[in-house]
């Protein structure tokens, strides 16, 4: 009984901490992510609209960011939004004309590629480019939303 009750409340404190940190989306076209909180630190590397990360902490107006590929970094807060969206995890994919392996290839995408999500669809997701190309891609091909 007693390490049912351990188990529990081990389970329930990782799901609390994993549930904690926020996932934000960037809001401009072009972000520079750096290496400490402000304007002096150096950039590390710039990502483009509705590349998503997770909030791991924040310091003033500056929010330390982890990406799908767990590096780190530095991102002024008013350039990130509440947006729902995916990036590409995979090499290249294809984008879909509907939801399914049997539609029409629109276009693919790189790994890095970040869309704004649209619409899921069961294990599809309907999304759009910052350049406004729309298509559907499959949910295990992303990271995100």
Not at 7 to 14: C, H, K, S
Not at 50 to 79: A, H, M, Q
């Amino acid at each position: 009984m007693k390490k049912v009750f351990i188990f529990t409340l081990l389970v329930f404190f990782l799901s609390v901490g994993t549930a904690s940190a926020k996932r934000l989306s960037v809001a401009s076209h072009k972000v520079n992510v750096r290496s400490g909180p402000g304007t002096s630190h150096e950039i590390l590397w710039s990502v483009g609209k509705y590349y998503p990360v997770d909030i791991i902490k924040t310091s003033g107006n500056w929010c330390r960011v982890r990406d799908f590929e767990g590096d780190t970094g530095w991102i002024y807060r008013s350039l990130l939004g509440n947006i729902s969206a995916v990036i590409v995890k995979g090499t290249i994919v294809n984008v879909r004309e509907e939801p399914g392996t049997d539609s029409r290839v629109l276009f693919q995408a790189e790994k890095g590629v970040s869309f704004k999500l649209l619409k899921k669809k069961k294990e599809w997701f309907k999304v759009q480019h910052e350049d406004g190309e729309v298509g559907w891609i499959h949910k295990s091909l992303v990271w995100g939303y």
